[in-house]
């Protein structure tokens, strides 16, 4: 029983992705090159090939990829060629679904059903050289609906040749597809570059559109400097080929690719950026000019395991085995590419990664000093690094890093500690163990001593005017040295910045941030006033000391923070008086832990109330009032009023800065910091 064939099914089933919308005109460029080829053979000096570009008349318009112009919606394509022609064998192969009449050359006979995927209908004309040399015209029509329909003979046949016009540009592929000459132009080359490279090269080969012609031949010098060492490599008994080419820094597309072929066309494309070490963009050798490395990867297997539509490969990305080149994958292919790449490239790498060093030393020694205390173990860890990377980009990189390079650590840590007995090399694992870990350390803490610069610089924006010569409210500095309506069992140990006031803020048991008196755990009140920061310690045991837990306490300090140059000293807002009156209710209340018990009176405890805030005349008046003395600076005042047994600093905010900057001149230093 004979076998029919639907062609709307076929057609139907054709894979044809809206990312390819140009293969179909690619694969008639492919056959018009290949009829070329059968009727000149390696002598390709009168051979043609022109692709014009057919743009609907209508005033709709489009705008063109990176400019302002605006072109007319693309409806079509024609291809001519003086290739040998349809044949009466070409033209039965071309009525002949899945044909075999150029299986030799890589044809699968489905070219001509993606014409009719992406496009509404074909119409052909063309001439060959009969047996008796004359010349026979033929035309038709092909389409879904019709399939292939002869058309009238055409008269007046001068040469041997074909024109292929795909007519009705479907609007789901249109809208996808190039719009400009120079972008399909460089599609077109792409996709047949391997023509252009073989010996005896392609013909010649033109691109029109309405007034602009572009020569893929003079695209090819152009593109591409020169072709480098041609090589081979072998994985699980098959053969690759790979053609490098060094392609001119100035081309379209400046990232180095691996470009994957089969039956002399581009199947699909993969960037190589960071593949290979030193492999990211621009690349320099003993020649003059940077250049682009790309390759373009062939084999038999290839050629026999593309897929019908010739956008992938019928090959596993990983193999299913863990054995080695015992089954073909894109992976292990991959793999043989970047190791015969790096051979190749050898020169221009290290060139490449000398560049991407500098380029790390330069950024950790201005900007990010955590890292240089593991930049050596960074580097055994071959980052790759590209020289024009950004430095938020880079801070990013070196960070993943460094995380990998921690979690690598606390696994060898585990396997050398909850191991049994010590085996051979346990001194040596455990000497590299401990050296990685200080370096890391070392790492986090000049993190921290960056970290602290960073808030010095911030604080000094907020302590001056600003574009609009305005001072910044005291909610900024507020949240800067600790973060408001919060306490310390909400919050990070790290997230305030009290340290900037005194360093022996950062060892507090209780802290609080504008959280009213009756919220605050550790005391009874029920006032709702609130302080801008209260903090209490317990006085030392060597047990439980941070758990809130113990008595009596060993202090009390509260914080009051005004806004920059704001004159509120000597009337209702007096910070003195807030200070003092925030003092008292804390002395007065029915003081509880956070559990509930109830805690000593602390008449006698110390406290330490500062206030920060510029000293203007008013708070200066209120200051000699409470019989505090000027510092040494004249920047605050300082005292002990016994009444309430409290110690009272006024700092003036360029003070602040001043002192928390001192205290830590020698560590910003050490890192590289600038230290004002």
Sequence with gaps: MALTTSLPGRVRNTSLPKSHALLPLLEAVVNGIQAIGMRFGDDLGEAV?????????????????????????????????????FSPENMRSFETLDSEHKAKLGCRGVGRLLWLKAFDKVAVTSVYEAEQGELVPLQFGFSIDNGVEPGDTPTGAHDVGSTIHLDGFKDQYQTSAPKTAKTIAREIFEHCVWYFLRPGGAPH??????????????????????????????????????????LRSS??????????????????????????????????????????????????????????????????????????????????????????????????????????????????????????????????????????????DLELLLHRNLQKLEAETIATGQQIFTGSAPTEGYQERLDQYVAAITDINQSDLAAYVARRRAILDTLARYITVDEHGRYSREERIHSLLMPMRKDSNEIATDAANLWILDERLAFHDYLASDVTLRRMPITGSNSTREPDLLATRLLDTPMLAAQGDKFPLASIVIV??????????????????????????????????????????????????????????????????????LTSDGMGYFGFIDAYKAYVEVVSFDRLLNAATERNHAFFTKLGLPAT
């Design 49 to 85: 090939l022109t692709v014009t570009i057919d743009r609907s008349g209508q005033e709709q318009l489009e705008l063109a990829l990176g400019g302002n112009s605006a072109l007319k919606p693309i409806v079509g394509f024609t291809v001519r060629d003086n290739g040998i022609g």
């Design 205 to 246: 080969v033109t691109v029109v559109d309405e007034g602009e012609t572009i020569s893929l031949t003079e695209m090819m010098e152009e593109y591409a400097f020169s072709d480098l060492p041609r090589s081979t490599f072998d994985f699980a008994d098959q053969r690759f080929e790979m053609l490098s080419l060094r």
């Design 251 to 392: 081309t379209r597309n400046p990232t180095p690719r691996l470009y994957w072929c089969a039956a002399n066309r581009v199947v699909f494309d993969e960037s190589l950026v960071g593949k290979i070490r030193g492999l990211h963009g621009k690349l320099t050798d003993d020649k003059p000019g940077a250049f682009t490395y790309v390759c373009y990867l062939s084999s038999p297997y290839l050629d026999t395991h593309v897929r019908a539509d010739r956008t992938a490969f019928d090959i596993v990305e990983r193999p299913a085995s863990t054995v080695l080149g015992t089954e073909i994958s894109l992976e292990g292919i991959r793999a043989g590419v970047l190791a015969e790449a790096e051979k190749i490239l050898e020169g221009s790498l290290e060139i490449a990664r000398q560049e991407a060093k500098a380029r790390v030393n330069e950024f950790v020694s201005k900007k990010a000093p955590r890292y240089r205390p593991v930049l050596a173990r960074l580097e055994t860890l071959e980052v790759t690094v590209d020289p024009a990377m950004r430095d938020n």
């Design 560 to 629: 009051e923070i005004k806004r920059p140059m704001r004159a509120d000293g000597g009337d209702s807002n007096d910070p003195l008086d807030q200070c003092i009156d925030y003092l008292q209710r804390i002395r007065e209340g029915k003081i509880r832990t956070v559990g509930g018990r109830p805690i000593p009176a602390s008449d006698h405890c110390p406290a330490f109330c500062y206030i920060l805030a510029d000293i203007t005349p008013k708070l200066t008046k209120a200051c000699k009032m409470a019989g505090l003395n």
